[in-house]
Nanobody
Framework: QVQLVESGGGLVQAGGSLRLTCAAS????????MGWYRQVPGKQRELVAT???????KYAESVKGRFTISRDNAKNTVYVQMNSLKPEDTAVYYC?????????????WGQGTQVTVSS
């Protein structure tokens, strides 16, 4: 059974920081591409950041220089450190795991964690 369990969300003032954690089980974590996405009501889910098994990272333009994604393969965990938070970062943040390619073609999501940034 695959589980992606996010934690670390909450309420923070603008300019503050949060670190989100996603603990994965039931997948081959070390080969998985891990990512963070976010969604606000009425809008599509959007990419925040991804990290490959080899450590290559990609960020949305809106978070570059403020957010840092990292992973710990020994703990099957992926993180995103969010600094200099802005009210527009308010969203539900979701952890994602997907396979690197055939034959590993899976795509899983966590339940989400709310991040609210007050002005």
């Amino acid at each position: 059974q695959v589980q992606l369990v996010e934690s670390g969300g909450g309420l923070v003032q603008a300019g503050g920081s949060l670190r989100l954690t996603c603990a994965a089980s039931g997948i081959i974590f070390s080969i998985s591409v891990m990512g963070w996405y976010r969604q606000v009501p009425g809008k599509q889910r959007e990419l925040v950041a991804t990290i490959t098994s080899g450590g290559s990272v990609k960020y949305a333009e809106s978070v570059k220089g403020r957010f840092t994604i990292s992973r710990d393969n020994a703990k099957n965990t992926v993180y995103v450190q969010m600094n200099s938070l802005k009210p527009e970062d308010t969203a539900v943040y979701y952890c994602n795991a997907h396979g690197p390619g055939a034959p590993f073609t899976y795509d899983y999501w966590g339940q989400g964690t709310q991040v609210t940034v007050s002005s």
